[in-house]
């Protein structure tokens, strides 16, 4: 029944008009402008949380607009240096021409982390659809070939793949967010039971620490936090660390940031709000059911707590 509910807000989304998305999307999106996310990184630093600012995209038509979202990323990590930001980046790799040719993306992704290496920071690229998995992994295998030991990747325990994936990668001993997957995959390739994405997850947060990975346990799902802090339990405070998105589940993040645990809050911004917004919210209409019970305060206590 949510499920349809959920569909059914995602197919009225068009008719939204921009002001109420914007302000919806406040929330969740740090604001238009550099400036914005600075302030809203300075603020999340404050309060003891580390953060990772990742430049909205468009769709991609050309190579140009690839290499103005590196240039982008340049005046980022000028502006985390500038202002003392404890914040890296995360990139996605099909605004940075994958969708386009892998060469060019391969180019722009070493021009990223290579800026973020000559001032200490570090870059994780996000994970896409499944169809962009095998390359996404290669492209990040590849960097790692040319020495770059600042760069991360991300495994969705949605996808059936993702054990095999961690045990290719074990070599590389990889720097690894783990999350569910935000995009819905077909039942080939991807477990469909909650509880199947959540038992993958927790074999997947084990495979990754018994093979010494750093993990960036990305998750407000509090039976798998429960899960997830059982299993750091001994570990070095250094050696993981949770990860959330910006205005979801704050007081709950508050609580792991007093119990000594590492926080990063994911920060998206950029004037491509709008789009990102109606994407990221068609992709999973679970989320537009999520905002919808928050906003009629059905839902207050699980996003806000
Ligand atoms: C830091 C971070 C980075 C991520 N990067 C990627 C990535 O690279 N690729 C990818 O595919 N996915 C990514 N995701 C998304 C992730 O895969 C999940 O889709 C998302 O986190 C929801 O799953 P959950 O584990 O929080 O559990 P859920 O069961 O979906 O959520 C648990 C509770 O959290 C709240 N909640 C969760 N999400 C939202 C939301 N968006 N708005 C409002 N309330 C919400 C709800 O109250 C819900 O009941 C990322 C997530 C985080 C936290």
Redesign the pocket.
């Known amino acids: 029944m949510a499920n349809v509910l959920d569909r059914a807000i995602v197919r009225l989304l068009p008719a939204i008009p921009k002001p109420i998305v914007r302000k919806v999307s406040n929330r969740?999106i740090a604001g238009a402008t550099l400036e914005d996310a600075c302030r809203v990184v300075s603020r999340l630093n404050e309060a003891g949380k580390m953060a990772?600012i990742d430049v909205l995209g468009e769709h991609l038509d050309s190579p140009d607009q690839a290499r103005a979202l590196v240039h982008e990323y340049d005046t980022v990590f000028d502006a985390i240096e500038r202002n003392g930001l404890d914040s890296n980046v995360s990139i996605k790799l099909t605004a940075l021409g994958l969708t386009i040719d892998r060469d060019v993306c391969l180019e722009n992704a070493e021009a990223v982390i290579k800026h973020a290496a000559a001032s200490g920071n570090f870059v994780r690229i996000?994970?896409?659809e499944s169809t962009w998995t095998t390359e996404t992994l290669g492209i990040y295998r590849e960097l790692r070939g040319r020495g770059y030991d600042n760069v991360g990747v991300?495994l969705?325990s949605r996808l059936r793949r993702t054990i095999r994936d961690i045990r290719a990668l074990a070599d590389l001993k990889p720097n690894v967010?783990l999350?569910?997957?935000?995009?819905l995959e077909p039942p080939l390739i991807a477990y469909q039971e909650y509880q199947e994405v959540r038992d993958n997850f927790v074999a997947a947060l084990e495979l990754l620490l018994k093979g010494g990975s750093y993990v960036g346990i990305?998750?407000?799902?509090e039976w798998?936090l429960q899960q997830s802090l059982s299993r750091v339990e001994g570990l070095a405070r250094e050696d993981y660390e949770f990860?959330?998105?910006l205005g979801?589940?704050e007081l709950r993040g508050d609580k792991l940031v007093r119990d000594g645990h590492r926080l990063?809050i994911?920060t998206p911004f950029g004037k491509h709000w709008h789009a990102y917004s109606m994407r990221r919210l068609q992709e999973?209409p679970?989320?537009a059911g999520?905002?919808l019970s928050?906003l009629l305060g059905a839902?207050g206590l699980?996003?806000r707590s």
């Open positions: 969740y990772t996000d994970m896409e991300v969705q967010r999350c569910k997957g935000i995009y990305a998750t407000h799902d798998l990860q959330m998105l979801v589940r990063r994911y999973n679970k989320i999520y905002i928050d839902n699980a996003s």
